[in-house]
């Protein structure tokens, strides 16, 4: 690439990465509902619509019309509409489609974490989820968006052909490590009431808020315990040898001794069960994944938070980062003793699953 063709590549990066700014603003104060099949708005209508001061939301429409996000109204240039193709990417609506909801990411990471990070690259220290205080709820919206369209429908039938998704439908147990604010085992403890669903994870507010979503859902046949994966091999307690199924979504390559975790997840499992490692797909050589959709946005979200977590306040953890990749994965899996089938997962191209059982060895 010339000189020239470089330098406009850096003003389309300055172009883009204000544009995501400012979406991840709109998406957060709803004022892309608020444009949402509205028809033509004046900035002080949109500004009273979303609740929202004039002043700002005229500078927002500013950047988001230069951005191509919203158009002006054919008839009147004081006007702006949000195109219905656009909303569908944009709003909540949109489901599956909703890619408004990562707009928000940078933002909410750099706002917690960029001086730590900053500081990381000469210390090599990591951070800890309290520099993150906006991330539980984050991914709570994320996994929503996620799990809800796919979770039931899609992805359990293609676990081991099948073979979970008829255990849990007799009667069986099944364990989410790392579970977060616990949207996952919700919906499955919805869809199965004949099973048993357990939660693990570290962080005291997100469990609360699953057990919360539980009480208020009527749901009785989940709980949330506050474990610590890495310690459940040497201390599996009531939970040794319970579950049919052991899944992990998204959970293992922040935790600071990953493969501690995965020895856990054996720990976890009934002769014969299955634990689902669910992660980014990716190769574990940064050459492989230079051609990588969104590789540049993974790795810097990586950056500002998968990394720095995974290698913790001490900078001792193992500090995977997202992009740790199938190989690494493989290792580490094959080290706590599964024996691995990769497969694609129905609808998502961004992440793979290890479908894991004990090895015979
Ligand atoms: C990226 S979030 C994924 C949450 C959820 N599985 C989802 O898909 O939305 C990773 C989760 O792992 C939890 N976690 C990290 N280290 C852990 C550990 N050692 N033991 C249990 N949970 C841990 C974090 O608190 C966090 O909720």
Redesign the pocket.
């Known amino acids: 690439m010339s000189e020239t063709d470089f330098a406009t590549r850096v003003g389309q990066i300055l172009e883009a990465g204000a544009l995501n700014v400012a979406l991840g603003l709109g998406y957060q104060l709803g004022l892309f509902e608020a444009l949402d099949g509205a028809g033509a708005l004046s900035s002080d209508e949109l500004a009273a619509k979303a609740d929202l001061n004039p002043r700002y939301v005229h500078e927002w429409l500013g950047a988001v019309l230069a951005g191509g996000v919203v158009e002006l109204a054919p008839d009147d240039p004081t006007r702006f509409v949000l195109p219905d193709a656009h909303a569908l990417v944009l709003c909540r609506r949109g489901g599956a489609q909703n890619l408004g909801v990562y707009t928000q990411e940078l933002g909410l990471l750099v706002e917690g974490a960029l001086s730590g990070v900053r500081a990381g690259f000469r210390t090599g220290q990591g951070l800890g ?1 309290e520099s993150y205080p906006a991330f ?1 709820a984050f ?2 919206e ?2 929503d968006r996620k799990h809800e369209q796919a979770l039931v429908g899609e992805f359990l039938p293609s676990v081991a052909e099948g073979a979970i998704e008829a255990r849990l439908r007799a009667g069986g147990a099944a364990c ?5 604010s616990g ?2 085992l919700l919906l499955l403890a919805a869809a199965f009431p004949a099973s048993e669903f357990v939660g ?4 005291e507010g ?1 469990l609360e808020a699953g057990r919360d979503a539980a009480r208020a859902a009527g749901l009785t046949n989940v709980e949330f315990l506050t ?4 310690r459940l091999a040497e201390a599996p307690g009531e939970l040794a040898a319970r579950f049919d199924w052991v899944s992990a ?3 293992i390559h ?3 001794d990953p493969a501690a ?1 995965l020895r856990g997840a054996r720990a976890l499992l009934k002769d014969g069960g299955v634990f689902s490692l669910v992660d980014i797909a990716a190769e574990s050589e940064l050459a492989e994944n230079a051609e990588r959709p969104l590789g540049a946005f993974l790795y810097t979200v990586s950056l500002l938070h998968c990394l720095p977590i995974g290698l913790g306040p001490e900078g001792k953890g193992a500090g995977l980062g997202m992009l740790w990749g199938r190989q690494r994965a493989l290792d580490l899996l094959a080290e706590a003793g599964f024996e691995v089938e990769v497969a694609e997962i129905p609808n998502d191209p961004f992440n793979v699953h290890y479908c894991c059982r004990l090895s015979s060895a």
Request: aromatic letters at 6%; one cysteine or more; glycine letters at 10%.
């Open positions: 989820y539980h991914m709570g994320l996994a989410d490590l790392g579970c977060g949207r996952a693990v994870d570290l962080d997100a474990r610590d994966a890495a979504f998204d959970a922040d935790q600071l975790a």
